[in-house]
């Protein structure tokens, strides 16, 4: 009973940890403009 009690608990554990993600999207800046970027405008630009 014991072993089932601690399987249920890690396996919710388990569940919640992969349930959770972190995304961002990047968008494509086109290279002709990007010739003309200046450090702080291509940081911005990610």
Known sequence: MKKL???????GNLTIGFGQQNMYFQKACHPEDVKHYDTQTLRDRL
């Not at 009690?5 to 396996?11: A, N, Q, R, Y």
């Open 5 to 11: 009690i601690l399987t249920l608990m890690l396996m």
